[in-house]
């Protein structure tokens, strides 16, 4: 067993073979709330689920928050196998997520002295989240200590980027970033915008296309032009759209050096304000620990 535990939560993305391999604890990043019945994602709702109910009637579909004590129980079962904790959570600046986790380490800290916790902002989210994560778990595979771990995934952070394009402004609206009658009108005339995670954790905008073809290759771009190497680790997400994500992964593999490319799902927690058929691609090159 590693020395390390790492947690994180859904909106990373780690498929669950890995998560079993890495022995890295998923737990999800908040309430799904659809026409008033609570759920919990990958629990008690599939993401495929979840992205149905979205289409059935986005205005039905919300989320809410964790609060500090399931993040309190989840540490104290870790605590349980290892004293030595890493929990990598989606940005601060996109959820409240690190904010309430901290409230948690606190109480965690005057039940427990001998548990050492750290809580880590991601700083992003989605594939870029995940390739963090599967950095840090690595580490501690190798039996690094919890300081070691975590300059693992500082390094990560430091090398990873994040690109998403969304296949329609539909349900942008979510967001807060334009009002429901303007992402339906922008939604009529097919833009897909094209954002960037920045250092801050929040997305920019950066263009926009008119087809997903056009999007594909913009992503390429944009990766070729912002990768230290054209030798690059992959992780892919998609809203609802195995299909999309495997288009994608081909033209990768026609334009990089991919040492891996892993698809996984992006979380309705997240995606219920990008809208089916989005998709997000994290990247970073070889990691030396």
Same mark, same amino acid.
């Given at each position: 067993m590693a020395k390390v535990m790492v947690m994180t939560d859904r909106v $990373?993305?780690?498929?669950?073979?890995? $998560?079993?391999?890495?022995?890295?604890?998923?737990?999800p990043a908040a309430h799904i709330i659809f026409d008033g019945q609570d759920y919990i994602e990958g629990v008690t709702l599939s993401v495929t689920e979840?992205?149905?109910?979205?289409k059935k009637d986005?205005?039905?579909?919300?989320?809410? =928050?964790?609060?500090?004590?399931?993040?309190? /129980?989840?540490?104290?079962?870790?605590?349980q196998k290892s004293p030595d904790i890493l929990h990598i959570v989606l940005s601060s600046a996109l959820s409240a997520n690190f904010k309430t986790a901290n409230l948690a380490a606190e109480t965690l800290k005057k039940e427990s002295p001998k548990t050492n916790l750290r809580v880590f902002d991601a700083k992003t989210v989605a594939g870029a989240q995940g390739l963090i994560v599967l950095a840090a778990a690595r580490a501690a595979a190798q039996?690094?200590?919890?300081?070691?771990?975590?300059?693992? =995934?500082?390094? $990560?952070? /430091?090398k990873t980027k994040g690109l998403m394009m969304l296949d329609t402004l539909r349900y942008v609206y979510r967001t807060g970033r334009m009002s429901k009658l303007a992402s339906r009108m922008a939604a009529l005339f097919n833009i897909k915008p094209i954002n960037r995670v920045n250092e801050d954790g929040t997305l920019d905008f950066v263009d926009k296309v008119r087809n997903r073809e056009a999007g594909y290759q913009k992503l390429v771009d944009l990766i070729k032009a912002d990768a230290e190497s054209n030798s690059l680790h992959f992780m892919i997400m998609h809203a609802a759209a195995p299909e999309m994500a495997e288009r994608f992964s081909n033209l990768l593999r026609q334009s990089f050096d991919c040492q891996r490319i892993l698809i996984s799902e992006y979380s309705p927690?997240?995606?219920y304000g990008a809208g089916p058929g989005a998709i997000f691609v994290g990247y970073h090159p070889d990691i030396e620990f």
């Open positions: $990373a993305g780690i498929p669950r073979e890995l $998560a079993e391999e890495y022995q890295i604890n998923v737990i979840a992205y149905q109910l979205i986005p205005d039905k579909f919300t989320t809410s =928050a964790l609060n500090p004590g399931y993040f309190l /129980e989840e540490y104290q079962k870790l605590s039996g690094k200590s919890l300081d070691e771990v975590v300059k693992a =995934a500082e390094k $990560a952070r /430091e927690v997240m995606g």
